[in-house]
């Protein structure tokens, strides 16, 4: 089983890779219940970080 280090806004934590064996240090991924499900690449991944970015000061309109 291939496990790989992932960062969470500032929190690391072993995550599965079995399902993108191709994954390589640096790479984008998303991550269901433990498991790496896709790789993104750095421009769709900093659209998904906007998107949640800008639900998230929906959510809390004290943060944004």
Do not use: C, W
Request: hydrophobic share 45%; proline share 3%.
């Amino acid at each position: 089983m291939r496990i790989g280090q992932v960062g969470f806004g500032g929190i690391s934590k072993e995550i599965n890779l079995a399902y993108v064996p191709e994954a390589k240090v640096g790479n984008y991924v998303i991550v269901h219940v433990g498991f790496a499900i896709s790789i993104l690449n750095e421009e769709e991944a900093h659209r998904v970080f906007e998107t949640l970015h800008e639900l998230n000061a929906m959510d809390n309109p004290d943060l944004s």
